[in-house]
């Protein structure tokens, strides 16, 4: 895998719904594409929803990661390689203008039945036609939710934004009662994972909920260490790796 999760307390399992939250700019969507990339390599298949980054610029991050360095733009071999071996398993959805969750949620469950998906990924609740400051809205969104990964026995991972903090100087890792709309979005989701950066290079994973192992309250927390030129992350103790996660096919000349 690329994340080594053997050594970490946190699974990622069927029929569950997972959020992840962390302040813009701190690595979620970066260590999120970074688990999806890893699932993709093993073999399973994501559709993934990105209604913020367009999927070409999803998908570039994303091959970076892979390759665990940037690749030239005539390097045809590398790009086949990621392509035939990982991105072949990554489904993108986009839309032009506010995004329908319910629109994300079925095709999500079609993507499910015809090509056997077993991950779905909202990025990010924000940029979905959904009113977070509406407690109506969101519990109808949560439960549709639970309702999702139920029916499909997927795994669903949303990106949600926390509020601001109240001191911009010296901002605190956000919890699950600092995402927008936590009320219910905390109560019918299995999981809550934030990802809080101190500085450029370092950041921290929080599990504030973990429902199949009883964890809640006190977070599990686990230092991250981050590779600028493989844009991955690594857990603090794993050595630095960039070898790339494709098999590339020996030369014929």
């Known amino acids: 895998n690329i994340l080594d999760w053997t050594t970490y307390e946190f699974r990622i399992r069927p029929r569950e719904g997972t ?29 993934v929803g ?7 610029r999803f ?10 360095h940037f690749p030239s733009d005539d390097d045809r071999r590398a790009f086949d390689a990621v392509r035939e071996q990982v991105l072949c398993n990554v489904i993108m959805h986009t839309i032009d203008g506010v995004a329908s969750w319910k629109r994300f949620l079925e095709q999500a469950e079609y993507a499910s039945r015809r090509y056997g998906c077993t991950q779905a990924v909202l990025d ?23 309702a999702f990964w139920k029916k ?22 956000p919890t699950a ?17 934030a990802i809080f950066r101190d500085d450029k290079n370092n950041a921290s994973l929080l599990v504030h909920k973990q429902k199949e192992t009883g ?13 600028r030129s493989s844009e991955r992350f690594r ?3 794993q050595p630095v790796n960039r070898e790339s996660y494709v098999q590339f096919p020996q030369s014929t000349e």
């Open 177 to 193: 009662s600092s995402i927008k709309g936590a009320g219910y979005l905390a109560d019918l989701f299995w999981n809550i994972i």
């Open 59 to 68: 998908l570039s991050k994303m091959t970076r990661q892979i390759l665990g």
């Open 50 to 56: 990105s209604y913020e980054d367009s999927p070409a």
């Open 215 to 227: 964890d809640q309250g006190a977070p599990m927390t686990r230092k991250l260490l981050f590779d």
């Open 235 to 237: 857990l603090d103790g």
């Open 124 to 146: 990010n609740i924000s940029s979905v036609n959904l009113n977070l400051d509406d407690n109506k809205d969101v519990m109808e969104f949560a439960q549709a939710c639970q």
């Open 152 to 173: 499909t026995g997927m795994h669903l991972h949303v990106v949600a934004h926390p509020r601001k903090p109240h001191d911009d100087d010296r901002p605190k890792p």
């Open 19 to 47: 959020i992840w939250t962390g302040y813009q700019g701190n690595g979620k969507t970066t260590f999120l594409r970074q688990l999806i990339a890893s699932m993709a390599a093993g073999g399973q298949r994501i559709f």
